[in-house]
């Protein structure tokens, strides 16, 4: 698949990303509908008419699986991937998903939370057919049997998800404060997005019949005070990748992702102020927090360690974490490496300007993640230019 893509793959990225929403999760963004864009007034009002239409589903499912889903356990404590993003969390999850002693959030409950139990039987198919199979940042693979980050359905169950910043980027920062650092954030608040988190996982231990949980989602990589309350005995695996690779990878992919959901206009400085602030804050909570992580539950690795030898990585997780079952998975890990030999990156040159920017606001990540500067840098006057 190409970059360019037809209106049709635009809007079947569209149907998938920003439908199912709850309408009460709408309904208590009221607050911020007046900064929609008048010319982006019918991408919300498909927002809203998409939830309303859901909802009979949703509630289909509550009333054929509350009772069920309220005795779940989630016997072993979940394998959680976590970095920012473009850092190869997803490059990570798909290569330990090939593991089947582990059982993943899949894309269709992703895009469908509230009624995935009850439509598994069609509506997987229905979205197969609408909704690319690649996704818009990178050209990977993304059908509906992928693994996929629950931020995605949590957006859709709760105000409170950052994510809810690609439908109002002017807010990020706010949005991230509130619903991830929880710094200001009501009991209340602190308590719904607990509680709707772990109905996701409850929800994909029943799709996924029982098997321990596999999951990645990089907003979590500042909120390890939650998932250690939720897990304490939890198994993280950290992913870290150079900022002057992460900065404009990021920056593409708030740029596609964007142009696909947003409400509210916006431009090239928007974006650059969100990444470079939200990228700090991410890193500062997680440097801050890690320490939390008995010593024994965590490994950090690198994202060139993981490009250049990827099976040696997955066995040093699986020994490091005293993970079970790594002569079984090795063999589907290595024939999903060999899968992916013909992929392409894309490929990003960044300026000099840009280089400058990163070493001063991020200075902290190339210290703590024993990242070095650059020596020899683009004479580019751009702040971010991409190749592919």
């Known amino acids: 698949m190409t970059s360019t893509r037809s209106a049709e793959s635009d809007l079947g990225y569209q149907l998938g990303l920003i439908s199912f929403i709850r309408p009460a999760t709408v309904a208590r963004n009221a607050h911020r509908l007046h900064t929609i864009s008048p010319r982006r007034y019918l991408r919300a009002t498909g927002v809203l008419a998409g939830g309303v239409a859901g909802s009979p589903l949703r509630f289909w499912q509550a009333m054929r699986e509350n009772s069920r889903l309220a005795d779940v356990e989630i016997d072993e404590p979940p394998v959680f991937i976590i970095g920012h993003w473009r850092s190869g969390t997803t490059h990570l999850h798909n290569l330990m998903s090939q593991d089947p002693q582990f059982g993943c959030v899949r894309m269709f409950q992703a895009l469908a939370p509230d009624c995935s139990l009850t439509t598994r039987s069609w509506l997987p198919e229905l979205f197969s057919r609408v909704f690319p199979s690649r996704r818009p940042m990178d050209n990977l693979e993304w059908p509906m049997d992928a693994p996929q980050e629950e931020e995605i359905p949590l957006t859709k169950m709760t105000p409170y998800s950052w994510y809810l910043q690609f439908l109002f980027p002017k807010q990020a920062e706010e949005m991230?404060?509130?619903?991830?650092?929880?710094e200001g954030t009501s009991t209340r608040i602190r308590r719904e997005v607990k509680e709707k988190y772990?109905?996701?996982?409850?929800?994909?231990?029943?799709?996924?019949?029982?098997?321990?949980?596999?999951?990645?989602?990089?907003?979590?990589?500042?909120?390890?005070?939650?998932?250690?309350?939720?897990?304490?005995?939890?198994?993280?695996?950290?992913?870290?990748?150079?900022?002057?690779?992460?900065?404009?990878?990021?920056?593409?992919?708030?740029?596609?992702?964007?142009?696909?959901?947003?409400?509210?206009?916006?431009?090239?400085?928007?974006?650059?102020?969100?990444?470079?602030?939200?990228?700090?804050?991410?890193?500062?909570?997680?440097?801050?927090?890690?320490?939390?992580?008995p010593a024994e539950n965590l490994i950090e690795v690198s994202y060139a360690d993981l490009d250049a030898t990827p099976a040696h990585v997955i066995e040093t997780i699986y020994d490091t974490l005293d993970l079970d079952g790594y002569d079984e998975a090795k063999p589907h890990v290595d024939a999903y490496i060999e899968s992916q030999a013909d992929y392409r990156k894309n490929g990003f040159v960044i300026s000099d300007r840009a280089a400058e920017i990163i070493e001063k606001r991020w200075a902290f990540a190339f210290d703590a993640l024993g990242f070095s500067r650059r020596s020899d840098r683009q004479p580019d006057a751009r702040l971010v230019a991409s190749s592919s």
């Not at 992702?257 to 431009?267: R, V």
């Not at 102020?273 to 909570?285: G, P, S, T």
């Open 176 to 182: 991230f404060r509130l619903g991830v650092l929880f």
């Open 198 to 293: 772990l109905r996701i996982l409850k929800v994909a231990t029943l799709h996924e019949r029982g098997r321990r949980l596999l999951l990645k989602n990089p907003v979590n990589t500042a909120r390890l005070p939650m998932l250690l309350e939720l897990f304490p005995d939890a198994k993280f695996v950290v992913i870290h990748r150079s900022p002057y690779e992460v900065f404009p990878s990021t920056i593409n992919l708030h740029r596609k992702i964007l142009n696909l959901t947003s409400f509210q206009d916006y431009d090239e400085d928007l974006i650059e102020h969100n990444v470079l602030a939200i990228y700090e804050q991410v890193m500062r909570r997680y440097l801050a927090d890690r320490e939390l992580i």
